[in-house]
């Protein structure tokens, strides 16, 4: 036997006063894109691996938030960003003032995604995606053994 709702409790939840998924997700979006932003601010003064981590787990919960309400194309954005910043992360190479400012144009029309409840449907995150995406595999390349002559291996 399954046990009964008890009477009230469901009509609680369709109440016009609970608090909708979207209306968490947007306070909750907000914190996460405050600590992007201090995050580029960071990346910008040179604190690369603290701003770094603080990004990534803004990013990874950011991007998994945005898919479950249904927000494709933050969701996109934030995974895309959350690629270069861990490439970067696991490269421990600096990103250069032109990567900065395409992350920081990434993270701008993540705000103006926020912003319009995600409707925005045109090129732009798809073109910010593959430019991201192009920069992450760049970074991939550049590993702190491949960086340096003296951790290169001869061959033969």
Known sequence: M?????????SDLAAPSAPSL????AGEARVHMAALDAGLA??????????RDAMLDA????????????????????????????????ANAELSAPRRALLAEAVA??????????????????TLVAQLDALARELAVVTPCNRSPEHRTATP
């Open 42 to 51: 960071a990346l910008a003064r040179g604190a690369a691996a603290h701003a």
């Open 59 to 90: 990013l990874h919960t950011l991007a998994g938030a945005a898919r479950a309400v249904d927000l494709r194309e933050l969701e996109w954005l934030s995974q895309a960003l959350e690629r270069v910043i861990g490439a970067a992360a696991k």
């Open 109 to 126: 029309l993540a705000h103006q995604l926020l912003g319009g409840a995600g409707e925005h449907s045109g090129k732009r995150p798809l």
């Open 22 to 25: 979207r209306a968490i997700f």
């Open 2 to 10: 399954f046990p009964t709702v008890p009477a009230g409790c469901m």
